[in-house]
């Protein structure tokens, strides 16, 4: 069997963030993608089997990647404010880098396609971000409220951020990125 083309897949993965930031992910269909990404839909059948096993591994793929960027400089050993600092900056690096991957995986996650394996996988990965939180709650260096609290402020300061970066409200530079860590590293400390 002949191995599968890369420049394919590559174009079937960038048609489908596209498709999907234009038009949502519950309309989008393998046509659509195909035409998008100038392939037959008889040869995006070669790649994925259907809908769903095309949505699935895009997430796989997009999810692994984004947390190997997230914590591609997070030594285990650094105080513990400066670990929090350096996810949070690759966080905001990322949604700036990558948006439309990130709106993927946004709508993958709240949608019916989102499969078991890949909840399981969300909760593995985020699991790595839950134990460096609640080590700060045990150290009494971060609040001790419900972790959930602590992602939530934490997360919603990564997208606030980049949203204002991305529309031209706050520069794209290092006084933002130093501001608004600050002002999370503010909400989250004891």
Same mark, same amino acid.
């Given at each position: 069997?002949k191995?599968?083309?890369?420049?394919?897949?590559?174009?079937?993965?960038?048609? $489908?963030y596209? /498709?999907?930031?234009?038009?949502?992910?519950?309309a /989008?269909t393998?046509a659509?993608?195909?035409?998008?990404?100038?392939?037959a $839909?008889s040869? /995006?059948?070669?790649y994925?089997?259907?809908k769903?096993?095309?949505?699935?591994?895009?997430? +796989?793929? *997009?999810? @692994?990647a @984004?947390?190997?960027?997230l914590?591609?400089?997070?030594? =285990?050993?650094p105080p513990?404010?400066?670990?929090?600092?350096?996810?949070w900056?690759?966080?905001l690096a990322?949604?700036?880098a990558? =948006?439309?991957?990130?709106?993927?995986?946004?709508q993958y @996650?709240?949608?019916q396609?989102?499969?078991?394996?890949?909840?399981?996988?969300?909760g593995?990965?985020?699991?790595?971000?839950?134990?460096?939180?609640?080590?700060? +709650?045990d150290?009494?260096?971060?609040? *001790?409220v419900?972790? =959930?609290?602590?992602m939530?402020?934490?997360?919603g300061s990564?997208?606030?951020?980049?949203?204002?970066?991305r +529309?031209g409200?706050?520069?794209?530079?290092?006084? @933002?990125?130093? $501001?608004?860590?600050?002002?999370?590293?503010? *909400?989250?400390k004891?």
């Amino acid at each position: 069997m002949k191995p599968k083309d890369t420049e394919k897949l590559r174009k079937i993965v960038q048609a $489908t963030y596209a /498709l999907v930031q234009q038009r949502g992910l519950a309309a /989008l269909t393998l046509a659509e993608i195909a035409r998008a990404a100038g392939i037959a $839909t008889s040869t /995006l059948y070669i790649y994925f089997d259907s809908k769903q096993a095309l949505l699935d591994q895009l997430y +796989q793929d *997009a999810k @692994t990647a @984004t947390f190997e960027r997230l914590v591609a400089d997070a030594a =285990p050993t650094p105080p513990l404010k400066a670990r929090v600092r350096s996810i949070w900056l690759n966080m905001l690096a990322n949604r700036l880098a990558n =948006p439309a991957e990130i709106i993927f995986m946004e709508q993958y @996650t709240s949608s019916q396609f989102m499969s078991e394996a890949n909840r399981e996988l969300g909760g593995r990965l985020a699991g790595f971000f839950h134990a460096i939180l609640k080590n700060g +709650q045990d150290e009494e260096t971060l609040k *001790a409220v419900p972790l =959930p609290f602590l992602m939530a402020l934490f997360l919603g300061s990564v997208q606030e951020t980049a949203r204002l970066v991305r +529309q031209g409200v706050l520069a794209d530079d290092e006084q @933002t990125r130093a $501001t608004g860590f600050l002002l999370c590293w503010d *909400a989250i400390k004891a």
